[in-house]
């Protein structure tokens, strides 16, 4: 009987990213022992097509693959039939190896000697995101080309961007822009405004303006660069937050698990309204409020704008802030036992390092800190 691709795609995929849980990988690994010699030669091919476009460097390929042959050489010691991999073409034909192995009950299933395993490898997030058009439909963004037909509005997605057509279209429907932990996306409004999107947040916008106003809707993190238009001012509501803009470069960070939301203007000119009061906003400030309060105080903008510019800050307010950033990018969980550290550190970080290299870096500087699949552990 011919397998279900589509459904053991989906396990092979939570297979490489270690998410398969005990049920599915009965599953999987009674698909493989009933599969055909074509449909084990697909899982092969399909494995090593999953390497090979996870757009990340050469170096977390071999280190996936230095986790595989660590698993098979374990196995080795016990059965003695495993032959040893000599290129990391063969690491993919040992992932499927391996899943076979696994048939056996000797890898993975005994928790017992997951102990002895190397952490799970957890790569930086990438461009992806989820666009929900008008009519309620979802479609998933990654980085590839392609064009999506909605109405008489042309939208086209190429390099981790949407690209939004001018167009005198006057009935309004809204577009809503959701990235996950793990992803990020830029888009570009029919107006010609560019916004970019941080992980874990959401923009509400319409695929074209009318000629009265422009409004769109933020929850999470985004930076805007926005097209002048005295005619049409440019508003952004966060909650009960609202910034009005003529035209000008700034960021918000808006997050719900983040103790306030703060507006830093880059250049041009902002009116933050909130907490029954407004504020003019200068290139070099933030208006920081919450439900309660707003006020004016001094950005720090390279801190501010570095995730836009593809880094990791460092030098957040407290530790918890930059483990908060930590969550939302490499799409973990944190946990703190015992007394939260009081540590600052300076500068800023790639945000293509691998979490295991920053891990590294906490531990070099007195943070005590452990990864069980992805579950980031503070301790004492």
Same mark, same amino acid.
């Given at each position: ?7 053991? @795609? ?43 476009? @996870? ?11 230095? &986790?595989?042959?660590? &698993? ?6 016990? +059965? ?18 391996? +899943?076979? +192995? ?18 799970m490898v957890i790569m930086p997030g990438t461009n992806k995101a989820t666009l929900i058009l008008a009519d309620g439909s979802h479609v998933q963004l990654d980085s ?26 006057? @009935? ?41 106003? &422009? ?26 937050? @609202? ?57 720090? +903008? ?53 979490l295991s290299t920053l891990l590294a870096f906490m531990r070099k500087n007195g943070i005590n800190v452990k990864q069980e699949g992805r579950t980031i552990t503070v301790m004492p």
């Open positions: 009987m011919p397998i279900d691709k589509a459904y053991i @795609t989906r396990l092979l995929d939570q297979h490489i990213a270690g998410t398969l849980n005990q049920e599915n990988q009965q599953v999987l690994n009674a698909a493989i022992r009933a599969a055909s010699a074509a449909d084990r030669e697909w899982m092969m091919q399909y494995l090593e097509n999953a390497l090979a476009t @996870t757009h990340v460097p050469a170096a977390p390929d071999q280190q996936l693959y230095e &986790r595989i042959l660590y &698993r098979i050489q374990q196995s080795e010691k016990e +059965l003695h039939t495993v032959k040893p991999i000599r290129s990391i073409y063969y690491a993919v034909a040992a992932a499927a190896g391996l +899943l076979l +192995l696994v048939t056996s009950g000797l890898i993975w299933q005994q928790r017992s000697h997951q102990k002895d395993f190397p952490p590839t080309t392609k064009e999506i037909a909605q109405g008489n509005t042309a939208v086209r997605q190429q390099e981790g961007a949407l690209k939004y057509s001018k167009n005198s279209h006057t @009935t309004t429907t809204y577009n809503t822009l959701n990235t996950p932990r793990g992803g990020q996306f830029q888009v570009e409004l029919a107006d010609g405004s560019h916004i970019w999107l941080n992980a874990a947040s959401s923009l509400r916008y319409p695929a074209a303006f009318n000629d009265s106003e &422009r409004v769109v809707t933020l929850s999470g993190e985004a930076y805007f660069d926005i097209k002048p238009d005295p005619q049409r001012p440019f508003h952004v509501v966060c909650g009960n937050t @609202t910034i009005q803009v003529l035209g000008t470069s700034f960021n918000i960070m808006a997050y719900t698990d983040e103790p306030n939301l703060q507006a830093s203007l880059v250049e041009g000119k902002i009116m933050v309204k909130a907490a029954g009061s407004e504020r003019i906003i200068r290139p070099g400030q933030m208006a920081v409020t919450d439900q309660y309060s707003l006020y004016v105080a001094e950005a720090d +903008l390279d801190q501010v704008t570095a995730w836009r510019n593809g880094m990791l800050a460092l030098n957040t307010t407290s530790f918890k802030g930059l483990m908060r950033q930590v969550e939302r990018w490499y799409d973990v969980e944190v946990v703190y036992q015992g007394e939260i550290p009081d540590r600052q550190f300076g500068g800023l970080l790639s945000r293509n390092t691998q």
